[in-house]
């Protein structure tokens, strides 16, 4: 069975109706990022960054998968398909992708905030102040920010070097050390990317759909499990 890896990125989850990440604007839901996405920004005011990640913790449940979440599930009937996400919601899972992993964390999930290996599930969509982990400290959303590490970065390096396909999903390759594991993929691989805007990537083998996630990922699924009949 070939392994098809597929890179997923804020296009298909704003499909959805989620905000992407950073819009043109720089603001992320009218927030800066400065102030609610960073190590210091919890230090600063820990109250300010739970009540933001609490809003879109609610929206992420009030969200429903769309067409493109659904195919990439439906390719799983002819092929192995690991699915790397910068993505914080869930809406993969809920479509039926088995194989998922999360560079960013999942916004469902909590963390300790001295421990980021301790991470517990989350009743509803909100995390009080004064919720603890098993070590006494305060749980906080299990999201990587801005100046913190990636854990699953090299898990996904080594999923990429085993792809046989390469999908690239509503990302503008504008976010490292994620945008960079597109080099891992062995060269001669055919790399789809779709988007309505595609980004520059300096490799061979590019097939570009230039579309929006539930439009682009329907039809390259569609033609992908045609192909193994």
Known sequence: MKRVVVLTG???????????????????????????????AWARNPELVQQFYNERRKSVLEAEPNAAHFALAQLQDKYDVQIITQNIDDLHERAGSKNVVH???IITRSQSSINPRLTYPIDGWEIKMGETCELGSQLRAHVVW????????????????????????????????????????????????????????ANRLIVEIPFKATIGVCMLVEELLANKS
């Open 10 to 40: 804020a296009g298909i989850s704003a499909e959805s109706g989620l905000k992407t990440f950073r819009d043109s604007d720089g603001l992320w839901e009218g927030y800066n990022i400065e102030d609610v996405a960073t190590p210091e």
């Open 103 to 105: 560079l960013h964390g």
């Open 146 to 201: 801005f100046g913190e590490a990636v854990p699953m970065i090299e898990p996904a390096a080594a999923l990429f070097s085993q792809a046989d396909i390469f999908i690239l999903v509503g990302t503008s390759l504008a976010v490292y050390p994620a945008a960079g594991l597109i080099n891992y993929v062995p060269h001669m691989v055919t790399k789809y990317i779709i988007d309505p805007n595609i980004p520059t990537v």
